[in-house]
C-alpha cells in the first residue's frame, strides 16, 4: 500500500460501474470512463506530455504503470 487510499473503489470498482455511476445519477446523458494510462496517452496534448515527462515527479513510469 502506498498509503492512499481509494474510498469509491468498492462502490465503483471498475470503469462501467463509474460510468453507470455518472449516467443513474440523472445529470448526464453520455459519459465514458478511462484509466489514467488512457487519459495520458491519449487525450492529452504531446506537447504538454514532453514537458511533464521531463518533471522529476514522473522520472519513473514503469512504478507509474504499476500503480495504474
Do not use: C
Not at 474510498?7 to 489514467?36: D, N, V
Not at 494510462?37 to 507509474?64: A, G, M, P
Request: charged share 30%; proline share 3%; no cysteine.
Amino acid at each position: 500500500s502506498r498509503g492512499v487510499p481509494l474510498k469509491g473503489i468498492h462502490g465503483t470498482p471498475t470503469l462501467e460501474a463509474q460510468r453507470k455511476r455518472f449516467l443513474g445519477s440523472g445529470h448526464w446523458q453520455r459519459a465514458e470512463a478511462h484509466t489514467m494510462l488512457e487519459v495520458y496517452q491519449s487525450f492529452l496534448d504531446k506537447t504538454d506530455l514532453r514537458r511533464v515527462e521531463r518533471l522529476e515527479i514522473f522520472d519513473e513510469f514503469e512504478e507509474w504503470n504499476m500503480i495504474q
